[in-house]
């Protein structure tokens, strides 16, 4: 549902409400119209929701990247354990990490692609333009 009023839009969502900027004239007192705002509103809404999926993988792949030393500092024998010729370390930090890598931007995409079609959904239920 959204709510309208003379100096501003806002978009209330199930669990985010983004308040709007009131109406500003662009040139000699050329106003935008509501649709041009709600535009503006959902890219803003979009950005908002894939600003905060960026920092929780972001936080998960720092976590990956301080985790291993301190692994190796914490767990040193488990760590200098040989497998194929490879310490676990050197596993871990030469091999799996660029498939772990893969998997946190298949992650990202694939939520973002999902935030994006249920806010399409959300748009097309209230009736504003996609």
């Known amino acids: 549902m959204a709510l309208q009023n003379i100096k501003g839009v806002s978009i209330v969502s199930k669990s985010l409400t983004i308040p709007r900027a009131p109406v500003v004239s662009r040139e000699k007192g050329e106003r935008k119209t509501v649709r041009e705002m709600h535009q503006e509103g959902y890219l803003k809404f979009v950005m908002a929701r894939q600003l905060r999926l960026s920092i929780s993988l972001f936080g998960v792949f720092v976590l990956i990247l ?9 767990l040193p024998q488990l760590l200098n354990y040989r497998i194929m010729g490879f310490t676990v370390s050197w596993l871990l930090l030469g091999v799996l990490f660029y498939p772990i890598t893969w998997v946190v931007a298949f992650i990202y995409v694939k939520k973002s692609l999902q935030m994006e079609q249920q806010i399409v959904q959300e748009v097309k239920q209230r009736g504003g333009a996609t």
Do not use: K, Q, S, V
Request: aromatic share 12%; hydrophobic share 35%.
């Open 66 to 74: 301080t985790g291993l030393p301190l692994l190796n500092y914490c």
